[in-house]
């Protein structure tokens, strides 16, 4: 091997190495796949749960508080978007933890820590605004919401993590603003966002970093 190939092969070494120890490399793609499984699925429960008024905003506010079939819808997809949450999350530790130790890395770092904070806050602030501002705007503001602060979560932490979350965190606020302007479309695009692009995302991250 000459002197310039082995000084190429170095830098390589070295740049794999500092990723590794600035960003988180064991996410599991299949992990997007199985979020993006379970979403379609809470998707198809919450369409036979939600009333076609409660998009159209012909819902109440008063009506949150007062209507027991209305709380009661409210109750039961508060218990699928839960169901799906714990699913994708549980999928995402698992998976993650997998193909952390056939790497033989570390799943628990500072790098971690930072990657879950930056996750945390848009996410939490999120969820915020829907707790705020729920039962004064219609379904659809709140389920474009859900899509477009989490694709601003995902924006937030790419730069701990494969780059290409980034791109998905865009197309995820993408579709939110979409769904502002499409409101007859809301479940749809709830299920495009948080399903059908977490299974092409998965699908190309399982492919590519296999």
Known sequence: MSQSSQHLEDIKVIKRIMEESSRFLS????????????????????KMIIPESMFAGEVSSESFLSDPEVRRVILLLIADAGTVLILALAAAVI????????????????????????????????????????????????VAATLIFY????????????????????????????????????????????????????????IRYR
């Open 27 to 46: 996410l599991s793609g299949l992990s997007g796949v199985f979020a993006g499984i379970f979403a379609i699925a809470g998707t198809i429960v919450a």
């Open 151 to 206: 694709g601003l979560a995902l924006i937030n932490t790419a730069k701990f993590t494969l780059g290409e979350i980034y791109w998905l965190g865009v197309l995820e606020v993408v579709t939110g603003l979409v769904c502002l302007l499409m409101p007859g479309y809301t479940l749809i695009l709830w299920a495009l966002g948080f399903g059908l692009l977490h299974i092409i995302y998965g699908l190309f991250m399982h």
């Open 95 to 142: 998976l993650s933890y997998r193909k952390a130790t056939k790497a033989g890395h570390a799943i628990w770092t500072t790098v971690t820590r930072r990657l879950l904070m930056n996750l945390f806050i848009p996410l939490a602030t999120g969820g915020f605004f829907i707790i705020f501002t729920f039962g004064k705007v219609p379904v659809s503001v709140t």
